[in-house]
């Protein structure tokens, strides 16, 4: 299972993104799917997640309200909306893919058995 993220780009704060999370070839309805990101210098840490049935999302509290996550699996594709954009968005966004159904939390990054190679964010004036 390869997982492309596309979408990034340059922006400047208070602009908004839509990242998309796509499995070519592969079918992602029986996978729960998790974007992270990695800021430089700075470890890499979960965003938000979705069930495989989209019946369920978390977010990290620092992109509450701005942020959602989507997916249309008929298109075999997750989204990340990304609004109100602030510089300490800047980071490599990745997307990932669990075979964990069900959840109450975002699981852990060990969880996630698939990932793809990121996508750019920067968030500068």
């Known amino acids: 299972l390869q997982l492309v993220e596309s979408g990034g780009g340059l922006v400047q704060p208070g602009d908004s993104l839509r990242l998309s999370c796509a499995a070519p070839?592969?079918?992602?309805?029986?996978?729960?799917i998790g974007w992270f990101r990695q800021a430089p210098g700075k470890e890499r840490e979960g965003v938000s997640c979705i069930t495989a049935s989209g019946g369920r999302s978390n977010y990290v509290d620092s992109v509450k309200g701005r942020f959602t996550i989507s997916r249309d699996n008929a298109k075999n594709t997750v989204y990340l909306q990304m609004n109100t954009l602030k510089p300490e968005d800047t980071a490599d966004y990745y997307c990932?893919?669990?075979?964990?159904?069900?959840?109450?939390?975002?699981?852990?990054?060990?969880?996630?058995?698939?990932w793809g190679q990121g996508t750019q964010v920067t968030v500068s004036s």
């Open positions: 070839g592969f079918t992602l309805d029986h996978y729960s």
């Open positions: 990932a893919a669990t075979p964990l159904l069900i959840f109450t939390v975002c699981p852990e990054r060990g969880a996630y058995d698939f």
